[in-house]
Each structure stands twice: as structure tokens, then as C-alpha cells.
């Protein structure tokens, strides 16, 4: 697999309000600091610099965040209306999004609901641990450079910092790659990235519905060290039910795809949180540093 570079940008969704790209692995959305050589908004600068607002620090508005190591859908605004309407449905929890990670070992069970609180990590334990579930569905079972590992879909229900990866270790099944959250022994270190995409995007604004769906790149024509041989749930399937189902409606309780049963408690923010936030993503400013 080839590392990222200015020019091999991928877009899976046009609008005039929104794009949605493939981000590559190891590549940071945005960087202040001059040895980031290619970053998502270096390349978004490159390929339409007709479309950066020269009004913000970075030039474009990203809805929302991936980390460095994780490819896939990204949603950027490229007006400030955008950016609001699509603040809204993250807030709202109106968004579906589901990921593809290989992870470490044979998952026992097809489905299943994870639901571990996550916090901040301090010196004296998890801080502040807030309500976070995931639905994992178990793709494939194989071999991955001869260690046993699981292909799965993730859905985030809650939207917590690494909520993915620490849920994922926690089940005793860290991402593959996954340098925080992995096994330790330098046996993350092998493998050339860590194996979590950003598969499936749906952002329902009132505007449009903006939804994107990259492609798989846990396949062996793009990885011979990943070797399937037993098939559990067809991935095509689970795309085709992510796109008939209807979007969350969390005040209703609406389900999910293999949603618990019970609705989840909700966090209410303060006006002051909301206001911040909104400020934040609208005008995506940050000072130089000094």
C-alpha cells in the first residue's frame, strides 16, 4: 500500500456544500507545524484551492474527526451554513456511521453490544467515565501474518475519543496496528498501519442527505498478509441494511442495526458547551503557534 501524498486524494461524495473523502491512513487532517508534508488540508488545498475560505485558519471546515491512523469518510463543509446544519446532526446524534477493523483474535460471538464507559485517562484512574456503546458484527475469521484475527463492523452509538479502539481492547480484541490500545511486545508494530477505516457515512441535514460509502481495503488483493477462510456475515448485506435503515432518532428511541433494546441514556450539554462547540466548528480558527 502506498503512503499518502498530495496527490492520491479520493473523493466519494460532491455537493456544493459538502465533499465527503477517503482519508489515507497516517495522515492528519490538519497540522500547524511545518514537518507535516502532507496533510488532509494540504491536499484539499491542492486539489480544489478554489474551494478553501481564505476566512479560516486551515481553509476548510472538517465536520468531524478521524485519527491519524484511521482512513476513510470524512465529511468537510465548505460553507459556514454547511458546517452548522451538519453540527446539528452530530450533536443530535442523527449521524450513522460504521467502521472495518481487523482485530486481534477470534471474535466468539457474531453480534454483540459493547458497553464499557469511557473516561479520561489521569493519574488516579478513568475521569469523568460517560455511558459509550458500539454493535460489532463479526465479517470474517482468518489469519492475519499467521496470527488469528477477526474482520468485524463497528458502529459507534455514542461518540467518545477512541471509543473504537478502547472498546475493542477491552473485549480482549485490540485493533490490529493499534499502537495505544494493542498488545504490547512490539507485535503492533509489524503491521504497516492500523487496520480501522471509516467504512459508511450518513449525515441527514435539512439541506441534503449526505451519504458516502468507501471501499473495503481489509481485502488480500491489497494485503496478502490477511487470509479469511471463514465467512460470517456478508459485508454487502450489512451495507444494504445501513442504507435502508432509517436515520437515529435518539429523543424517540428509535433502534439501530443490532441496537440494544433499551435506549441510551443521553448527556445533555450546556448552552455554554453548545455555543463553544458551534464556534469551534463554524469557523475552525486556531491561533499560529508562538
Known sequence: MEPG??????????????????KHWDV??????WRETVTLQKQLRHRF???????????????????????????????????????????????????????????????????????????EGCENPKPSYTELVVLELGLYAGDPVSKVLLQPLTG?????????????HPVVGDLTYGRGGGQE???FRMMLHALYLRV?????????????????????????HTLVHPLNQLIQALRAAPD???????????????PHPVTRETEAQRASCLQWLLEWTLEPDS
Open 5 to 22: 501524498s498530495m496527490e492520491n486524494l479520493s473523493i466519494v461524495y460532491r455537493s456544493r456544500d459538502f465533499l465527503v473523502v477517503n
Open 28 to 33: 492528519r487532517i490538519d497540522s500547524k507545524t
Open 49 to 123: 484551492p478554489e474551494l478553501a475560505d481564505p476566512g479560516t485558519y486551515y481553509g476548510f471546515r472538517f465536520c468531524h474527526q478521524l485519527d491519524f491512523s484511521t482512513s476513510g469518510a470524512l465529511c468537510v463543509a465548505l460553507s459556514k451554513a454547511a458546517a452548522g446544519s451538519a453540527y446539528r446532526c452530530f450533536k443530535e446524534r442523527r449521524v450513522t456511521k460504521a467502521y472495518l477493523a481487523l482485530v486481534r483474535g477470534h471474535v466468539q460471538e457474531s453480534r454483540m453490544t459493547i458497553s464499557y464507559a469511557i473516561g479520561r485517562s489521569s493519574t
Open 160 to 172: 467518545r475519543t477512541h471509543q473504537l479502539r478502547v472498546h475493542c481492547s477491552a473485549r480482549g
Open 189 to 191: 508494530e509489524r503491521p
Open 204 to 228: 441527514p441535514t435539512d439541506a441534503e442527505r449526505v451519504e458516502a460509502c468507501t471501499t473495503d481495503p481489509f481485502v488480500p488483493a491489497l494485503d496478502a498478509c490477511w487470509s479469511p
Open 248 to 262: 437515529p432518532d435518539p429523543a424517540a428511541g428509535s433502534p439501530q442495526p443490532c441496537s440494544p433494546t433499551a
